[in-house]
């Protein structure tokens, strides 16, 4: 049986400038499938002088790549409207996203709890009233009132308390005391008196805010049970 004779061609690649020679036939078409050959670059037959295009040559020519020509469907397909997930301008009526919530919770949280534990600090500062004492006031003008003055001695000493009721000067018992003393006998002058319009505290300048806080805390104590109506603290530069 003979053997099938084979052609061969030298290749010459535009682009690269490379010349490739007694390429045989199957190698060509191959390299034409895989991309590698175009349709501008030039081939002749092996021993041959004349050059020829790719594209021109029949039996190259239907192994290049051919466009796909437009179909019907595929026509149709391109001139149907585009749906997107967004849309330019407002939907009107038509469906609403609902927001996400869970961000909005989260801030409501932390703005509750916040207010919480500032409304504790305010709760506990808000009836602590310190004006400052006008000059030439008298702060036993008032019948039935209980007066309690706190008077700064030193630095290193604890302040001097004093306490009277109704205009009354403060006897011996009711000077010189200390705070757990005053707060005693304001309770005993209460039990007496059931109730009082007012009890005023004088305290100096001098002393220290945390001294003057703990007192009107004490003393909101009798105003919650109802025996007194008013308190008043008012800072005074007198001893």
Same mark, same amino acid.
Not at 102 to 122: N, R
Not at 127 to 137: Q, T, V
Not at 154 to 161: E, G, I, L, S, V
């Given at each position: 049986m003979a053997t099938a004779k084979k052609f061969f061609f030298d290749v010459w690649l535009i682009q690269g400038s490379m010349v490739y020679r007694s390429v045989p036939y199957e190698v060509v078409t191959d390299w034409i499938q895989q991309g590698r050959l175009l349709a501008d670059d030039r081939l002749r037959p092996t021993g041959t002088e004349e050059w020829f295009e790719l594209g021109r040559v029949p039996a190259?020519?239907?192994?290049? /790549?051919?466009? $796909?020509?437009?179909?019907?469907?595929?026509?149709?397909?391109?001139? *149907? /409207?585009?749906?997107?997930s967004f849309a330019w301008g407002k939907k009107g009526e038509e469906e609403e996203a609902d927001?996400?919530?869970?961000?909005?919770?989260?801030? =409501?949280?932390?703005?509750?709890?916040? %207010?919480?534990?500032? =409304?504790?600090?305010?709760?506990?500062?808000? =009836?602590?009233?310190?004006? #400052?004492? $006008?000059?030439? #006031?008298?702060?036993?003008?008032?019948?039935?009132m209980v007066w309690i003055g706190i008077a700064f001695v030193?630095?290193?000493? /604890? /302040?001097?308390?004093s306490i009277s009721f109704d205009n009354?000067?403060?006897?011996?018992?009711? =000077?010189?005391?200390? $705070?757990?003393?005053?707060?005693?006998?304001?309770?005993?002058?209460?039990?007496?008196?059931?109730?009082? *319009? *007012?009890?005023?505290?004088?305290?100096?300048?001098?002393?220290? %805010?945390?001294?003057?806080?703990h007192m009107a805390v004490e003393l909101e104590r009798f105003k919650s049970e109802g025996k007194v109506h008013f308190i008043r603290i008012e800072v005074t530069d007198k001893k």
């Open positions: 190259f020519a239907g192994f290049l /790549p051919q466009p $796909e020509p437009l179909r019907t469907d595929a026509q149709a397909e391109a001139l *149907e /409207p585009l749906e997107s927001p996400d919530m869970i961000p909005l919770i989260d801030v =409501s949280l932390v703005l509750l709890i916040f %207010f919480m534990l500032t =409304s504790v600090v305010a709760t506990a500062t808000a =009836s602590i009233k310190i004006p #400052a004492l $006008e000059n030439g #006031a008298d702060p036993t003008a008032n019948k039935d030193a630095n290193d000493q /604890p /302040p001097d308390y009354d000067q403060a006897g011996q018992n009711d =000077s010189h005391l200390s $705070e757990e003393q005053a707060l005693k006998r304001l309770e005993e002058l209460l039990q007496k008196q059931h109730q009082v *319009e *007012e009890i005023r505290v004088a305290a100096h300048r001098d002393l220290s %805010f945390d001294l003057i806080k």
